[in-house]
T-cell receptor, first 113, second 112 residues
Framework: AQSVSQHNHHVILSEAASLELGCNYSYGGTVNLFWYVQYPGQHLQLLLKYFSGDPLVKGIKGFEAEFIKSKFSFNLRKPSVQWSDTAEYFCAVNAGNNRKLIWGLGTSLAVNP | SQTIHQWPATLVQPVGSPLSLECTVEGTSNPNLYWYRQAAGRGLQLLFYSVGIGQISSEVPQNLSASRPQDRQFILSSKKLLLSDSGFYLC???????????FGQGTRLTVV
């Protein structure tokens, strides 16, 4: 069965630190990959997505993610985090003809000022 | 642009009472519609999804049901709420080709 694993459940960083959140999926075929963010008290919103082409995708607010097919990974990165990046981050995968998004459990990021 | 209206934002209901949460969407036609429950540390649990009017797929056995009486309306219901039904419920829409989902603001349900 398709699944998504997010390795870090809770991450605490200081401002200006670099961020990398891991995401691995289990599916051998073509995938669409997503990162969503949920800021405190707000609804889920799309951060970035990968469908095809350049495996390094750039999203909003300085985030980027790299699709590494051989590792079945789609890690989220940001070179320098800000306090306003405090949020919960979800990785999701839509594989093949499946109409459903498969979600990771989320990573809670806290950035200390 | 696509928008999702979900209400109410918060709801407190006694055990054994019925439930009806409504979700309507605008700016799209024939979307896939989803009901999720979000719990802290447990991510997003897909409850129901619908690819068209009257077409409902249930993902997990539970005390809840869903209906899609119109193309842009998706309703989550229960005849008798349980304490375990408490949670944060999210409605989402996606395109039939399975691209990204857009989420509503959610309903915080507390069963007392």
């Amino acid at each position: 069965a398709q699944s998504v694993s997010q390795h870090n459940h809770h991450v605490i960083l200081s401002e200006a630190a670099s961020l990398e959140l891991g995401c691995n999926y289990s599916y051998g075929g073509t995938v669409n990959l997503f990162w969503y963010v949920q800021y405190p008290g707000q609804h889920l919103q799309l951060l970035l997505k990968y469908f095809s082409g350049d495996p390094l995708v750039k999203g909003i607010k300085g985030f980027e993610a790299e699709f590494i097919k051989s590792k079945f990974s789609f890690n989220l990165r940001k070179p320098s985090v800000q306090w306003s990046d405090t949020a919960e981050y979800f990785c999701a995968v839509n594989a093949g003809n499946n109409r459903k998004l498969i979600w990771g459990l989320g990573t809670s990021l806290a950035v200390n000022p | 642009s696509q928008t999702i209206h979900q209400w109410p934002a918060t709801l407190v209901q006694p055990v054994g009472s019925p439930l009806s949460l409504e979700c309507t969407v605008e700016g799209t036609s024939n979307p896939n519609l989803y009901w999720y429950r979000q719990a802290a540390g447990r991510g997003l649990q897909l409850l129901f999804y619908s690819v068209g009017i009257g077409q409902i797929s249930s993902e997990v056995p539970q005390n809840l049901s869903a209906s899609r009486p119109q193309d842009r309306q998706f309703i989550l219901s229960s005849k008798k709420l349980l304490l375990s039904d408490s949670g944060f419920y999210l409605c989402a829409l996606g395109q039939p080709q399975g691209t990204e989902a857009f989420f509503g603001q959610g309903t915080r349900l507390t069963v007392v």
